[in-house]
Nanobody, 125 residues
């Protein structure tokens, strides 16, 4: 079992991008799915998470009001819509997964045992 990211790309500051996370080999049911951006100088914290149990979401302060995470259970997909992007959002965005409910529990990467290969998001003029 693993997850597969797609989407991302290059956009000018202020523009939108979207990324998708597709669990492979397991259903979303009962899983917590976060997004972790990785780039030199970043602190390694996640920016968004959705808990399939009740659809609850968490967002880092840096992306609140700009990013939206959602799920489509029938398609077994999780989506990250990124609006009003800033150059500091530039990173490789990794999707992860683990069974359980993690709302409000911080952004410890060790919670998650399934990871994707990442998708590049570049915000530049």
């Amino acid at each position: 079992a693993h997850v597969v990211e797609s989407g991302g790309g290059l956009v000018q500051p202020g523009g939108p991008l979207s990324s998708s996370c597709a669990p492979s080999g397991f259903p979303l049911v009962g899983y917590s799915i976060p997004w972790f951006p990785q780039a030199p100088g970043r602190d390694g914290e996640g920016v968004s998470r959705i808990n399939d149990v009740d659809g609850s979401t968490d967002y880092a302060d840096s992306v609140k009001g700009r990013f939206t995470i959602s799920r489509e259970s029938a398609a077994n997909m999780v989506y990250l819509q990124m609006n009003s992007l800033k150059p500091e959002d530039t990173a490789v965005y990794y999707c992860a997964a683990t069974r359980g409910y993690y709302r409000g529990r911080g952004w410890d990467e060790t919670f998650y045992d399934l990871w994707g290969q990442g998708t590049q998001v570049t915000v530049s003029s």
